[in-house]
């Protein structure tokens, strides 16, 4: 099923492909997905100059990577559900401009939070809640921006790492933490933005575990960074104006706002991310 679900071909050929080794690692926490690893080959016709990978959309997405003389990968692309490389040159390999790199990973950034990021949605919806006046969003935004920045960059570059199964259970905390503050308080706090800064610090731990699985080419690491970044930005921003647009237009200026809108939705979105810290530290299966 697995080989029916992949694609290479060569000039428009298909390729037949046969598996040459498996890898699989041993069974563990079953809550988590393990590494396999599946080695591929094919034989390319005569004189071919091209080759294109898909992937079954049943399969979900995918990430193909292709290497240079060195080893290392001159060339990365996320693939949506069945989508098709470009082009590959047999010989040669493929290099990208980039400007191109940074096109795309916007793209990948944006689509991370909206709307494959729920967690992330939740917790930006959270800080909208407390006070939908522009001045005190801003600084909490500009706070988790600037902190989930960092430890993505430092992420990436191999300076720290904490691995998934500690990284995913704090976000759904920090969401909780930032929920239950919406239900005590009814003000910006001086020390909100300093706890927003610490919890953007694990949510671009968060961030940096989605762009390692995608990979950044060594080439073009700086460009694909800044353009992640982009879209995860984009991607809040289209939050806040959704949230805006729903209830802060219309509704911000009554004097029920808080007892309305603020207290029930910070109450779900706690809720929702209790749920979420039980599943992902295995309290619940």
Same mark, same amino acid.
């Given at each position: 099923r697995f080989l029916n679900g992949l694609t290479l071909s060569a000039d428009g050929a298909p390729v037949p492909l046969a598996v040459e080794s498996v890898d699989l690692d041993p069974v563990g926490d079953i809550d988590f997905a393990r590494l396999s690893r599946l080695t591929l080959s094919g034989q390319l016709p005569p004189n071919a100059q091209n080759v294109v990978f898909s992937f079954d959309p049943a399969f979900g997405p995918?990430?193909?990577?292709?290497?240079?003389?060195?080893?290392?990968?001159?060339?990365?692309?996320?693939? @949506?559900?069945?989508?098709?490389? @470009?082009?590959?040159?047999? @010989?040669?390999g493929l290099t990208v401009s980039a400007g191109r790199i940074f096109v795309d990973y916007i793209g990948i950034g944006f689509t991370h939070i909206v709307p494959k990021g729920l967690d992330h949605i939740l917790f930006v919806a959270g800080l909208f809640l407390l006070s939908p006046?522009?001045?005190?969003?801003?600084i909490q935004i500009t706070s988790f921006t600037v902190a989930h920045s960092v430890t993505l960059a430092l992420a990436m570059l191999g300076v720290i790492s904490v691995p998934a199964s500690i990284v995913e259970p704090l976000i759904?905390?920090?969401?909780?933490?930032?929920?239950?503050?919406?239900?005590?308080?009814?003000?910006?706090?001086p020390w909100r933005p300093f706890v927003v800064f610490g919890f953007g610090?694990?949510?671009?731990?968060?961030?940096?575990?989605?762009?390692?699985?995608?990979?950044?080419?060594?080439?073009?690491?700086?460009?694909?960074?800044i353009g992640f970044n982009v879209g995860v930005e984009g991607g809040q921003l289209a939050v806040v104006a959704a949230c805006y647009a729903l209830f802060g237009a219309w509704f911000s200026d009554k004097r029920w706002y808080r007892a309305r809108v603020t207290m029930p939705m910070s109450l779900a979105i706690a809720a929702v991310a209790v749920w979420w810290f039980a599943q992902r530290t295995g309290m619940i299966a």
């Open positions: 995918s990430v193909i990577r292709v290497p240079d003389a060195q080893g290392e990968y001159s060339y990365s692309a996320y693939l @949506e559900n069945g989508g098709s490389s @470009e082009p590959i040159p047999v @010989e040669g006046r522009l001045k005190p969003l801003l759904a905390a920090s969401i909780v933490f930032i929920a239950v503050e919406n239900l005590m308080t009814s003000r910006l706090s610090l694990l949510h671009g731990l968060g961030f940096a575990g989605v762009l390692a699985e995608i990979g950044l080419s060594p080439a073009h690491f700086v460009s694909g960074l």
